[in-house]
């Protein structure tokens, strides 16, 4: 077989597995109405919730579907446009402890497919309503919301 050949093949299989990456490490930054129209149309979000989520997602990730933050007080991260605690909520896959509540892998809320993240807010919120959240606390809690009316 000739050297060109031979090369040929073995880059097959690595472009066909690099067309894969995308799917698997890309991330997303939302647009605020984009993010309203997904928060509403797909995961069923109340119109008049979701100012509050919107300013709980700014708060938290800049619309950054790949925001983390790792919390110095007890070593735990946050994770995702909704910035889930791996302490509780989800997987981190590092050994640390975990109650992993939505018995999930942290690394899904990095990606853009946000269902697994919204099952797990869904939970949290159940559990602890916007209180769950010290962005939403310290900046979004008796202040006045970005309007959502324009996105519809």
């Known amino acids: 077989?000739?050297?060109?050949?031979?090369?040929?093949?073995?880059?097959?299989?690595?472009?066909?597995?690099?067309g894969f990456l995308p799917s698997i490490t890309q991330a997303k930054v939302y647009g605020f109405c984009e993010l309203v129209q997904l928060l509403h149309y797909k995961h069923g979000i109340a119109r008049a919730d979701l100012p509050n989520w919107m300013c709980l997602v700014r708060s938290e990730s800049s619309f950054d579907t790949r925001a983390t933050h790792w919390n110095s007080y007890d070593g735990s991260t946050?994770?995702?446009?909704?910035q889930i605690n791996d302490r509780y909520w989800c997987d981190p896959g590092n050994q640390l402890p975990t109650a992993?509540?939505?018995?999930v892998k942290c690394?899904?809320?990095l990606v853009p497919n946000q269902d697994e993240a919204m099952k797990c807010v869904r939970k949290i919120y159940e559990?602890?309503?916007f209180e769950a959240w010290a962005g939403w606390k310290n900046q979004c809690r008796g202040r006045k919301l970005d309007d959502v009316k324009q996105c519809f």
């Open 1 to 18: 077989m000739s050297s060109l050949k031979a090369i040929s093949l073995g880059i097959v299989p690595i472009i066909l597995f690099a």
């Open 78 to 82: 946050d994770w995702g446009l909704f």
């Open 127 to 129: 559990v602890h309503g």
């Open 100 to 103: 992993n509540v939505c018995r």
């Open 107 to 109: 690394s899904k809320f």
